[in-house]
């Protein structure tokens, strides 16, 4: 590391100190608020007061009222930090959210001020509805991340990896349509729509052993009926559909379809099927996955090496990973076995520990974006890794 190189690293690191008071609460401010996807408001609006001062900022980007740009500098490269700040429904921010808005953030906050003498543009964008609603997958729909050369952010967990795979997924929404008739005086005029509804759960499990280990199919009832004594004539499903890779999923989806449509001809009701946006696989940027690693083992933060599996979460970070350099390195912020989408999680991502971590990933994202901004041959290490690599999958 060059001595130039290592003083940026310190008034980095000096400015996420100065920054850490805002940080911190700014992070327990949105754990107090918790909002659902593509509803948050309130974080849009402490996080876009927040970049103000520095940024200029653009609010409701890609035509969604709670995404934001936050924009600094001036031509090429253009990084682009990340900020998430969904939570979710009965258990506010299980997903740590909360954290990654302020990191976020603040790596963007803390390169921008430590060295504004840096080519290029410093960005912040903010992603709504990661937790579901694809707010990732309608920014870059709508050219919200044209032109940016390297995107970065970091999800809180229970231990720190810089590379994991994440799978692909699609959600379908089903809705059968039977015919109501009284329960018991005339069913045999009715056609149940819940008949329909155990037939698709039941037809997808004997699916189960026939598609790759690795994937998953899952789903709930929202509505099973409205009362006993009636055949349901509508009920409606969410369903997920998770593999490695989007071709899979798409070929799973296509036999979870016919799953239903057989349910429907089975019992006489219809089904309507209607597919929601797909999540893709992730391709981790290794270059810059390790710079980020490497400002983590210097702050003391012990780093473990990927294990990919299936099985695994899903995001819409995997749709922009497809498209430029992006890394979405894990923190832990809890202890290890900690589930996520928990009430222990929500909790955890509230204590003094969880704070100090982001702090500490801050920085190293701030850190590794100087590595790239002050380094041409380093950034083109990373676009030629880029296009030249597919997405990190399991043996
Ligand atoms: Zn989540
Ligand atoms: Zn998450």
């Known amino acids: 590391m060059s001595g130039a ?9 000096e400015e996420i100190r100065g920054l850490s008071d805002d940080l911190i609460g700014l992070s327990l401010d949105l754990h107090a608020h918790p909002e659902l996807a593509m509803n948050e408001k309130y974080a849009a609006g402490r996080l876009t007061d927040l970049l103000r001062a520095d940024f200029a900022v653009e609010e409701g980007v890609g035509g969604l009222p709670t995404a934001f740009r936050g924009t600094a500098g001036a031509g090429s490269p253009v990084l682009a930090f990340l900020c998430e700040y969904d939570a979710l429904p009965g258990i506010g921010h299980g997903c740590g959210h909360n954290l990654i808005a302020a990191g976020g953030a603040g790596a963007a906050i803390a390169l921008r001020r430590a060295a504004p003498e840096l080519p290029g543009t410093v960005s912040c964008i903010g ?36 590379i994991r795979h994440a799978t692909a997924t699609r959600q379908l929404v089903l809705e059968f349509h039977g ?10 005029d009715g056609r149940s729509a819940l008949a329909a509804m155990i037939q698709f759960f039941t037809g997808v499990d004997a699916l189960r052993q026939f598609v790759p280990e690795t994937s998953r199919l899952h789903g709930i009832i929202t509505h099973g009926g409205d009362a006993p004594n009636v055949v349901p004539a509508y009920t409606r499903a969410e369903f997920m559909v998770r593999a490695l890779t ?47 690693a490497g400002h983590l083992r210097r702050q003391g933060v012990p780093v473990e ?3 990919l599996r299936g099985g695994t979460g899903s995001s819409d970070i995997g749709n922009v990973s497809l498209v430029l350099p992006t890394v979405h390195p894990y923190l832990q912020v809890m202890d290890t076995g900690t589930p996520t989408h928990s009430a222990a999680m929500t909790e955890a991502v509230a204590l003094p520990r969880a704070q100090q971590a982001m702090l500490r990933m801050a920085t190293a994202l701030a850190c590794a974006g100087a590595d790239l901004l002050a380094d041409p ?8 890794e880029f ?9």
């Open 246 to 292: 989007g071709d899979v999923v798409d070929d799973i989806v296509g036999r979870v379809e016919a799953v239903a449509t057989a349910a429907a001809t089975a019992t006489g009701t219809t089904v309507r099927i209607s597919r929601g946006l797909g999540y893709a696989e992730r391709k981790n940027n290794h270059v810059i996955a390790g710079l980020v």
């Open 305 to 307: 090496q990927p294990v």
């Open 5 to 13: 190189a290592a003083e940026i690293h310190e008034r980095i690191a």
């Open 127 to 162: 992603t709504p509805g990661e937790e579901g609603a694809g707010g990732k997958v309608l920014l870059l729909e709508a050219g919200v991340f044209e032109g940016v050369d390297a995107a970065l952010m970091f999800h809180p967990g229970d231990t720190t990896m810089p």
């Open 179 to 188: 015919v109501a008739a009284h329960a018991a005086a005339s069913a045999q």
């Open 387 to 395: 296009a030249t690599s597919g997405p990190d999958l399991p043996s």
């Open 377 to 384: 041959e380093l950034f083109d290490a990373a676009r030629a």
